[in-house]
């Protein structure tokens, strides 16, 4: 593939599909919808409005992050703070797929909608990417992104029109097409998260104390193996309670899986085969730094039959 020829297609894509309109693009810091803005930014500049939407669901210091991040390459990046909509949705909500559907039709519907009537945007640029659409069509996972591609206008439902230029890649090659736009390495590297953030990683009801607890795991799982090569890692929060004793006392306490896999393009994956030494400092760390951990599970599981996320 010839990225440097697909960058300039896709900088005329999005100058023929706005026009003379202006355009929103939403960050979330990860490669797909970094790789976007930029390619947005240079067929529009000022014409783009780049947004950073803080669902409470997103890691540790990641608004600020994203802000500074691309002050650096010239992009404002305005921070809408729409935590207490989110978690106000997902109150009592266990079903993975329901929770799925919320957090896009509250990102989409309501807050996101609001964003662009105040503005007077018609457009927004998304990373949609290949694998998610392939996922959600076949019926695997109901992936936030993915409208058009299952029938939904965003036109009629939303009044606003999508451009999608990465809907033909996967993540590989969209990591290339970043590095060449100039992005830093912490994000043309950075491994895939999703896009209804820290909420695909806790079973059960989403509440703002077990994001917090998956918050501070995932903090030290991405430390932990950053320098694993491998291509996802992360915790899971369980639902149900562990028995254990801390200070010689009985304690009812969370149970947090690790998961860490070997990926091309996120289709297949195996588990990493990490060391035994890995395994217990990273145990070590979750049950001592965060308080109510008492357990912590390696997931060997390939995928298939299991997906690389829990939900």
Excluded at 175 to 187: F, T
Excluded at 227 to 253: C, H, I, M, W
Aim: glycine share 6%; aromatic share 6%; with cysteine.
């Amino acid at each position: 593939m010839n990225y440097k020829k697909f960058i300039n297609e896709k900088i005329k894509e999005i100058k023929e599909t706005v026009g003379g309109e202006k355009a929103i693009s939403v960050l979330s810091g990860g490669v797909d919808s970094s790789t976007v803005t930029v390619l947005g930014y240079r067929a529009l500049e000022s014409r783009l409005k780049t947004i950073f939407i803080d669902n409470g669901l997103m890691r540790k210091g990641e608004p600020e992050n994203v802000v500074k991040t691309f002050k650096k390459l010239g992009i404002k990046v305005e921070v809408i703070n729409a935590k207490e909509k989110f978690f106000r949705v997902l109150k009592g909500k266990t079903d993975p797929e329901e929770k799925r559907k919320i957090i896009s039709d509250v990102f989409y519907g309501d807050v996101f909608k609001k964003i662009l009537e105040k503005n007077r945007v018609k457009f927004l640029l998304q990373g949609t990417n290949l694998t998610d659409i392939e996922e959600t069509v076949a019926g695997i996972k109901f992936q936030h992104n993915v409208l058009e591609q299952i029938g939904i206008s965003t036109e009629k439902k939303f009044g606003y029109r999508l451009s999608e230029p990465l809907i033909e890649l996967r993540k590989n090659d969209i990591r290339k097409v970043a590095k060449l736009l100039g992005l830093p390495e912490e994000i043309h590297q950075r491994i895939p998260f999703p896009g209804p953030a820290l909420a695909t990683r806790v079973i059960g009801e989403v509440t703002p104390e077990k994001i917090e607890i998956i918050r501070k795991a995932t903090t030290i799982v991405e430390r932990e193996l950053k320098n694993s090569g491998a291509f996802q890692y992360f915790p899971v929060l369980l639902q149900d309670k562990s028995t254990g004793v801390r200070n010689k006392k009985r304690e009812l306490g969370n149970i947090i899986i690790l998961r860490c896999v070997e990926s091309k393009d996120a289709r297949k994956a195996t588990p990493t085969k990490l060391s035994w030494r890995v395994l217990e400092k990273i145990t070590k760390r979750l049950t001592t730094e965060i308080p109510g951990v008492n357990r912590v599970c390696y997931d060997l599981t390939p995928k298939p039959p299991a997906t690389i996320e829990y939900i």
